[in-house]
């Protein structure tokens, strides 16, 4: 179904923003120190543990409250693979919102990309004028309730999920798995950074979510064969987050990459006008 769809794409994008472990109950791991962004030298925290390390990116990445994501997931389903890739702004200082937009090629989707910005309580995909339903409004509102509900879970699903997102939530999973290591002083971008890796395992994953995505997730890694997830991240030299990897293995194999830049950028997260927006069928 082409609601479906819609409710698994809207959902992809968070997840790529904060992993699976945007999906936990919003408890953080005590990471200690200061919250701003950037304090404490990464270079003294990268010298010490990877413990130390990552609970001072914790606290520096999730105190910048707005960043730049370029990222894809590619996962292989029954009827090919299917990749999902999200560009553009991120703002979790009031729980995450966002201003991206979402691809998705394969499994029947077409592979357009379509703008989406995600308030506090609804996401609004600029569907074009001319799709069924619009009334000539390009763009097309989806509450959150009712996508929940096409995903098989409760009405406040997706609201839970986006009050903790934010791109420290993977730095956090990694620390709690208790498994991070330091790879090695790598270029992304252009950027010297620190490589850790780690390996979670869905028991640890499942610990740290809600009840609904709990049993979603268990549906899907039972349905997909996978029992852990390969973590790995990369911490610049002003204690920030530069990329995510994700990678689950099983029948059903997943590989999600994400890019992070221009923190502390400035992300529009205004809805389109009144005027230029329809309300989807059941939202």
């Known amino acids: ?16 923003v904060g992993g699976l472990s945007a999906c936990n109950d919003g408890g953080k791991s005590s990471g200690g120190g200061s919250s701003s962004g950037g304090s404490g030298g990464s270079s003294d925290a990268a010298a010490g543990s990877p413990a130390d390390a990552l609970k001072a990116a914790q606290a520096a990445t999730e105190g910048k409250k707005s960043a730049k994501i370029d990222g894809s997931t590619t996962t292989t389903t029954p009827n ?7 560009k553009g702004g991120l703002d979790w200082s009031q729980g995450m919102r966002m201003n991206v937009e979402n691809t998705m090629a394969g499994g029947g989707s077409p592979g357009k990309p379509i703008k989406a910005i995600y308030t506090q309580d609804a996401v609004y995909m600029n569907m074009g004028a001319s799709m069924p339903g619009a009334g000539g409004k390009p763009w097309m509102k989806y509450t959150y309730a ?25 730095i956090e999973l990694l620390l709690a798995s208790g498994t991070a290591k330091a790879v090695g002083k790598e270029d992304v ?12 395992t869905m028991d640890q994953l499942s610990g740290k979510l809600s009840k609904d995505l ?4 268990r549906k899907q890694l039972e349905k997909g064969g996978a029992k852990s997830e ?12 530069v990329k995510k990897v994700e990678k689950i293995g099983g029948k059903q194999p997943s590989d999600s990459t994400a890019l992070f830049t221009d923190y502390g950028t400035k992300v529009d997260v205004a809805p389109p006008p009144a005027s230029e927006t329809a309300t989807a069928p059941g939202a």
């Open 146 to 170: 009712a996508l929940s509900k096409q995903l098989g879970g409760s009405g406040t699903l997706f609201q839970d999920v986006l009050q903790n997102a934010n791109p420290s939530q993977p």
């Open 1 to 16: 179904m082409r609601s479906t769809r819609i409710a698994a794409a809207v959902a992809g994008a968070v997840i790529l």
């Open 189 to 200: 971008n252009g950027v010297q950074a620190t490589h850790y890796s780690g390996t979670v």
């Open 230 to 241: 390969q973590l790995d991240v990369w911490i610049d030299s002003n204690n920030l987050l």
């Open 80 to 86: 090919g693979q299917v990749k999902q890739t999200s």
């Open 214 to 217: 709990r049993d979603m997730l």
